[in-house]
């Protein structure tokens, strides 16, 4: 699976984020939030699935999004997200702080 890794140093300040993509015009997120906020607290996961032509380079479908909070996953994407889980604790975790 090609990734992409989102450090809250250079993308958002409050959670880093792996993409890992699923198709040409898709890919989903692991994210994890890295400090308190004032919706989230730090260690919150979610997922992100982002489909479509305005997040995919040479898509032709309609573009959506979703994001869904640990553990509400929908199960279709839960095996893939928790791969991405993996790689980010074994290759990111320490490079983000």
Known sequence: MKTNFNSHKNHNPDCDILEGRL????????????KDTEKHKKGQKFMELYVGKNYNVNSNKNSHSRVWYYPNIPAKYM????????????NYLDKSN
Do not use: C, K, M, R
Not at 23 to 34: C, N, P, R
């Open 23 to 34: 198709t040409i015009d898709s890919f989903i997120t692991f994210g994890i939030y890295v």
């Open 79 to 90: 095996e893939t997200w928790n791969l991405l889980q993996e790689i980010y604790l074994s």
